[in-house]
C-alpha cells in the first residue's frame, strides 16, 4: 500500500490504530504515525540496522530490573504512534499486553540515524519534546557521535528540548531513568 500524507487530512491516532486493527494497515506498510499523518518510515540499511543491536546490547546490560528496551515497537502520543529503533519503558513485556507505551512510561528514547538524520533531528525532536519524553538520544551515523536531548517543553508553540549534549566515541554517556543516573553507556558501543 503506498501513502501521500499530504493529500489526506489529519488522521487521529485512534484511527491509526483502528486501521491497524481492522487490516487496512499491516506489518508489510512501512509506516508510522507522525503529527496526525501516515508518513513512510526511511528504510533502514545494513549499518542502521547493526546500529539498532549494538544499542540494544549495551544498553540491555545498564537497565535496572524494572526497566526494559522495546526494539521498533510503537509508542502513543497525543498525535504520534512513532515507532522509534529503541524505547526504555518501564516495566515487562506483558505491561504491554492492551496498550502501546506512553510518554509516562518512558525513560529514553533512542533513533539511530543515517538516512533519516533530518527528520530524527528535527520532527521527531519536536514530536518527542511536545510529548514530554524525558531524553532522547540520536546515534549520529553520519556524524559518528551520539547527541543527548533532555528538558523537554511538553506542549507548546514551538516544542523543543532545553538542554543538547554531544557525546564523542571516546566519551560515557550517562543513562538517566527517573532523574537518577542507573549507568553510563560508551558511546563507542553504540556506533557501527
Given at each position: ?21 481492522v487490516g ?51 509508542l502513543t ?96 554517556i550517562p ?18
Amino acid at each position: 500500500m503506498t501513502f501521500n500524507s499530504s493529500s489526506w487530512d489529519p488522521i487521529s491516532v485512534e484511527s491509526y490504530q483502528r486501521m491497524v486493527e481492522v487490516g487496512i494497515l499491516t506489518a508489510d506498510d512501512k509506516v508510522e504515525l507522525l503529527e496526525n499523518r501516515i508518513v513512510i518510515r526511511v528504510p533502514e540499511g545494513p549499518r542502521h540496522a547493526t546500529a539498532i543491536q549494538l544499542v540494544d546490547a549495551a544498553i540491555i546490560r545498564t537497565l535496572p530490573t524494572n526497566w526494559r528496551s522495546r526494539v521498533r515497537l510503537s509508542l502513543t502520543l497525543a498525535d504520534s504512534q512513532p515507532e522509534p529503533d529503541l524505547a526504555i519503558v518501564r516495566g515487562d513485556a506483558r505491561s504491554y499486553l492492551t496498550r502501546h507505551p506512553g510518554p509516562a512510561d518512558v525513560g529514553t528514547l533512542i533513533e539511530a540515524a543515517d538516512s533519516s538524520l533530518l527528520r530524527d533531528q528535527y520532527d521527531k525532536t519536536r514530536i518527542y519534546a511536545r510529548g514530554n519524553i524525558p531524553y532522547y538520544w540520536i546515534v549520529n551515523l553520519v556524524d559518528r557521535r551520539v547527541e543527548v536531548f533532555s528538558q523537554p517543553s511538553g506542549p507548546a508553540a514551538v516544542p523543543a528540548y532545553g538542554s543538547y549534549q554531544i557525546y564523542q566515541p571516546g566519551d560515557q554517556i550517562p543513562l538517566v531513568l527517573d532523574g537518577a543516573t542507573v549507568g553510563t553507556v560508551a558511546a563507542v558501543d553504540l556506533l557501527p
